[in-house]
């Protein structure tokens, strides 16, 4: 019996605390991650009209962590929302890794850089972040980084209001001059050294010198401007409405996320811009100031979150490396390739079909119904992740003859997975799925035919080809050693014979039922020819038979 | 050119994927150095499959213009058939990678809205075209390719 002195009890918190933890870290009976995301309502007082109301929140943490640091965040999502997107997420580390550092940076204000390959799915988790904080289908206001980003495209820029075609080009050709970038400059620069002038004078100033730019451009001196903000001002004060549209508003805007992704390929003017949302301790800026609306400030709003993404350096051809004054001013996570772990726990979601409703009816080009047979797509899975996984390790090196890279995803094994679904290639001699030759096919499709470089391309269809039917891609299966394709062949064999025998039965059944109506009819046929002949009975009741 | 790999091209373009979000891929044809197919052969075999307008992207036209008639031909659900022959400028490079990871346009005060955003319509796709030399030497953004699902290669 415990000693009475060393009981001690646990407060509501710390029991609501246990319980979300056990949640969180919540797994299947094989095993499988179902916690990560929690979803709660609480009943709070409004501490202005001191009236109840039931607020809804978000936990999420890490479940593979022994002790997770579990982030709450309230939420405009509902259950079943939530509980939808949670499907949509397979359930690696790495995702809960990068969810569970969004939620933690998000609660505090600070802007949050990840730089890890395109396979691990930063911008697909930033739409799920979104999504679990906002509901199903809102999206972060995304900026792209490209190599020749349009510093105006982030903050904000002057817009003159052109009538004609031949005005509109006049003006873009313009811009795009070094004339016009360094007059535009010239201008910033101006408007920012005139610090007594007010904000009016400012603009003022603005106006002036925008009509010596119209003049350099061939426009009118009195052409009319408009004024535009870019992603970063419009996020700070967006506001989203009940109906899912956006307005914005300047001061009082709730802000957004904003997501800039590719921030290693931004040029330097594109950092310095980004570097105004650098605020006190870490946080995002409380409000930042732009000479091209005279200085006026944006305030950043209390839901304002900037997330920025990008690969490593090696993906890139000039070996882009994040700017450091950018990373310095962020909170930065640099991610490694997916684990061999996660890359097949990815493979087996797809090619068991876990993350979609499966089909209702048999879909036009599907032999087998492989999605209604895990035990299919789970050897499927094993031959793709190995595929995928040697091919991305050749890819590293870059392709010969090719200056693009092209770093593989996860989508290009969801591809494969969804087009084994219908794209099937039937085996002329079985009259079965061709299990081997399909997935060669579309591996092939989806895979192969990009490659630039056709020695990598030979090297790995033959690698393909050993992995299915080689003495090297063998494995054990039932106690014997198999080459993948002898296992496939024996799991569609045993699937099919299962429909066929099925489809028999029924047909079977069908004939027995027709059957045993027939000899219904027949006899009561018989009975009532019998009662017909019978003498005893009465001529009326005959006649009432026969009717 | 050969039909049946333009037909299964087309086929997997008009898929709609359950295994993963977005639920349509956007398509790249890229002509080899050494094809002597012309450009508008190819437009006109796709319009044998599906209704598709034909926009050419190059010095002649701007960015905001290009993303103008993509939005008028989504609207009228047809699918767009892209003559890439200059290097993407940002505005349209911004649309092609929201158009690839969300299926939707996102444009900031556009046809008289904050934060303007428009699905990809059911029934319409886009497909790029570009010569591979091009891709390799003029396209500045690394990662072009990852841009679509699926590629056909013309040679």
């Known amino acids: 019996m415990p000693n009475p002195e060393t009981i001690r009890f646990k407060s509501p918190e710390e029991l609501k605390e246990e319980e979300i933890e056990t949640k969180i870290k919540e797994r299947g009976p094989e095993g499988e991650i179902l916690g990560g995301i929690v979803f709660e309502e609480e009943k709070v007082i409004d501490p202005e009209t001191k009236e109840e109301q039931i607020k809804k929140y978000i936990y999420i943490g890490n479940p593979y962590e022994e002790k997770p640091i579990i982030t709450k965040l309230e939420t405009e999502a509902t259950q079943e929302e939530v509980e939808a997107i949670k499907k949509e997420i397979i359930p690696m580390k790495e995702s809960f890794e990068i969810l569970e550092a969004m939620a933690r940076t998000y609660k505090h204000r600070q802007p949050l850089l990840i730089e890890g390959p395109t396979a691990i799915g930063k911008t697909y988790l930033a739409d799920k972040f979104t999504e679990l904080r906002y509901g199903k289908g809102v999206k972060p206001l995304d900026f792209y980084c490209s190599g020749q980003t349009d510093v105006s495209e982030l903050m904000a820029k002057w817009v003159p209001k052109v009538e004609t075609e031949e005005e509109k080009k006049k003006w873009n050709e313009f811009l795009e001059s070094a004339e016009a970038q360094e007059k535009i400059s010239q201008i910033a620069q101006e408007v920012e050294q005139e610090e007594k002038l007010s904000q009016e004078q400012k603009l003022a100033l603005i106006h002036t010198k925008l009509q010596e730019l119209a003049k350099s451009a061939g426009l009118s001196e009195k052409t009319q401007w408009r004024f535009q903000y870019g992603a970063v001002p419009k996020a700070m004060g967006l506001i989203k409405n009940p109906d899912g549209s956006f307005s914005f508003d300047e001061q009082k805007g709730t802000g957004f996320t904003l997501h800039i992704e590719e921030v290693g390929l931004a040029e330097p003017q594109v950092i310095n811009a980004l570097l105004k949302l650098r605020g006190r301790k870490g946080q995002l800026a409380e409000e930042i100031q732009l000479w091209e609306n005279g200085g006026k400030k944006v305030k950043s709003g209390p839901k304002f979150w900037a997330f920025f993404s990008t690969n490593p350096p090696e993906e890139y051809l000039a070996r882009n490396e994040v700017d450091p004054a950018l990373a310095r001013g962020v909170v930065f996570k640099r991610m490694g390739e997916l684990s061999e772990e996660s890359l097949h726990l990815a493979a087996d979601y797809y090619f068991t079909y876990k993350l979609s409703e499966k089909p209702k009816e048999k879909p036009e080009g599907c032999i087998l119904d492989i999605y209604n047979h895990p035990e299919i797509g789970r050897e499927i899975s094993k031959v793709v992740s190995i595929f995928h996984n040697e091919l991305n390790e050749a890819l590293k090196k870059g392709e010969k003859g090719r200056q693009q890279k092209i770093p593989l995803t996860l989508d290009d094994m969801a591809r494969v997975a969804d087009a084994l679904i219908d794209i099937q290639i039937r085996n002329k001699e079985t009259g079965r799925l061709d299990l081997a030759e399909t997935l060669r096919n579309l591996i092939h499709f989806y895979y192969l035919d990009r490659l630039a470089d056709e020695d990598l391309k030979e090297t790995m269809e033959s690698n393909l080809n050993e992995l299915l039917e080689g003495d090297t891609g063998k494995i054990e299966f039932e106690g014997k050693l198999l080459t993948r394709k002898e296992i496939f062949d024996i799991l569609v064999e045993r699937a099919s014979i299962t429909e066929e025998e099925k489809s028999r039965r029924e047909k079977e059944e069908k004939e027995t039922r027709e059957r045993q109506l027939k000899q219904a009819q027949f006899d009561s046929q018989d009975a009532l020819n019998s009662l017909l002949k019978n003498l005893k009975i009465p001529e009326s009741v005959k006649k009432v038979l026969q009717e | ?155």
Do not use: C
Not at chain 2, 60 to 76: G, H
Not at chain 2, 103 to 129: A, C, H, T, W
């Open chain 2, 1 to 155: 050119m050969e039909k049946q790999k333009l037909n299964t091209f087309i086929h997997l373009l008009q898929k709609v994927f359950t295994q993963k979000q977005p639920v349509f891929d956007l398509g790249l044809i890229v002509k080899e150095s050494k094809s002597q197919i012309e450009v508008k052969k190819v437009s006109e075999e796709i319009k044998k499959f599906v209704d598709i307008e034909r926009i050419v992207y190059d010095e002649k036209i701007f960015d905001e213009d290009v993303i103008d008639k993509i939005v008028d031909t989504f609207s009228k659900n047809r699918w767009v058939f892209l003559e890439i022959k200059k290097d993407i400028g940002s505005p349209l490079l911004n649309q092609l990678k929201h158009l690839a990871n969300y299926n939707s346009f996102q444009l900031i005060d556009y046809q008289g809205k904050d934060i303007f955003e428009m699905k990809m319509p059911e029934n319409s796709r886009l497909i790029v075209f570009a010569e591979r030399d091009f891709i390799e030497n003029r396209i500045s953004y690394p990662h072009f390719y990852g841009l679509f699902g699926p590629t056909l290669s013309l040679k």
